[in-house]
């Protein structure tokens, strides 16, 4: 049996190690890389155990975990919070399953509410689900023009639609015009948003595998943006935010489009559309695309509650939070919304 580890959030030596594997490990995912470790305890000053199994001096699996403290929503331990995937990446069944008993013992010391696991292939069918949510996954093109027609006919024409207003797509240096255009969207929508300095922390730890394309009309005047992970040839847009004209424009669709446009002159092979939950407009915009849904599977094991939480918009308890939310000023929103959020996860 593999012996279990846990990563030093001070050992550069440790986290490429733990990387390496990463990268090279088929299930792994942008999520488990070393770097949230240091972003999850520096913005959001989460308790992190990420989790190693080590054979023979070398890593055969990685469970990255956070441990949650919510005055909302109780405690857990998640693998992992603010990410669309998670759970264990491992080489073999046996340092799997050894990570994930480390992590209900873990857990249980704790003394937690739940232990979650955001799986994207299902692991213990006797385990308590959220079945929730989907992702929306589909390969790139080798072609840009074969790329365009694959957009389903209606959605194309809103492509080109963007294309005939003269929008343009610029990669930013910093996160400003992103971060203006998000707190704003998510304040429209009645939800919490992220701290800027959550953004900045991600380009900071990923470098170039973290990037902010943003949409212009022909006057230089932004009106959608979206941050980008890069992990392997793939490309998982992440956040993003749009004025109120960018409906009209169709600069949401153009910024897609833009986006999947570079990742075919860059070579990448899928687009990674993200996490949307079944029967909302997102989820109804990604298949407009094209994009077939893939069920998540987060898998849940309950200590100290009887059901699995539903601490996500859709839940009806939220509906008068979500609706005095959209009445506060926005400066009020961009202040208070962190120490909401960062109990969500």
Known sequence: MPSIKRLSPSDPADAARWDEFV?????????????????????????????????????VGVLPLAHVKSLLFGRSLVSLPFAVYGGVAASNPQAADALEQAAQDLAQ??????????????????????????TFRKAILTDEEANLLAIPRK???????????????????????????????????????????YFAALQREFGVDCDVQTVTDATGRPLSSVLSFYFRDEVLPYYAG???????????????????????????????FGRSKQGTGSFAFKKN???????????????KRDAVPQNNPANAKFQLLIQTWRRLPIGVANWLGPYVVRNLG
């Open 23 to 59: 990268s090279a490990c088929p299930p792994a995912t942008f999520f488990h890389r070393a770097g949230w470790q240091r972003v999850l305890r520096e913005v959001f000053r989460h308790d992190t155990h990420f989790l190693y199994a080590e054979a023979e001096g070398r890593i």
């Open 109 to 134: 010391r704790l003394g937690v509410a739940h232990l979650e696991l955001r799986n994207i292939a299902p692991r213990h069918t006797d385990w308590p689900m959220q079945d929730l949510y989907v």
């Open 155 to 197: 959605q194309r024409a809103m492509v080109r639609k963007g294309i005939a207003k003269g929008l343009r797509s610029e990669v930013d240096t910093g996160v400003e015009r992103f971060f203006a255009l998000y707190a704003d969207n998510v304040h429209r929508h009645g939800t919490p948003g992220l701290p800027k300095r």
């Open 242 to 272: 749009d004025d109120t004209a960018a409906r009209e424009l169709a600069a949401n669709d153009f910024k897609y489009w833009e986006l999947m446009r570079r990742s075919c002159a860059r070579g990448l092979k899928l687009f990674d």
């Open 289 to 303: 695309w094209g994009f077939e849904p893939q069920a998540l599977h987060y898998e849940y094991c309950l200590y």
